[in-house]
């Protein structure tokens, strides 16, 4: 069984922040990277951060680089994405997903499982 569990999505003003949590069990556990993407309405799936579960190595999206920030906690197979200095434009779904390769970390069809999503919205 795999299971990816997104929490912590909500509303915010611009300028906010919020900390979105992805908890991984079953088969997730033992990827190597965990990512996050986000799809606004309309819009294609968009790679947001990556991060592998070994060494802590991190990948950022070029419209998050500096305002977002992924950690993750190998004891409770979490993963943590800050996202500061949130703009309406940052408004979607966001989802996290578990790969087994960190080859492509910004191509969706790279990870095999995901998780059901959260929303985020920015006000402006």
């Known amino acids: 069984q795999v299971q990816l569990v997104e929490s912590g999505g909500g509303l915010v003003q611009a300028g906010g922040s919020l900390k979105l949590s992805c908890a991984a069990s079953g088969r997730a556990v033992s990827s190597s990277v965990m990512g996050w993407f986000r799809q606004a309405p309309g819009k294609q799936r968009e790679f947001v951060a990556a991060i592998t579960w070994s060494c802590g190595s991190t990948w950022n999206g070029d419209s998050v680089k500096g305002r977002f920030t992924l950690s993750r906690d190998n004891a409770k197979t979490t993963v943590y994405l800050q996202m500061n200095s949130l703009k309406p434009e940052d408004t979607a779904v966001y989802y996290c997903?578990?790969?087994?390769?960190?080859?492509?970390?910004?191509?969706?069809?790279?990870?095999?499982?995901w998780g059901q999503g959260t929303q985020v919205t920015v006000s402006s």
């Open positions: 997903a578990a790969g087994d390769s960190v080859r492509r970390v910004y191509v969706p069809t790279q990870y095999n499982y």
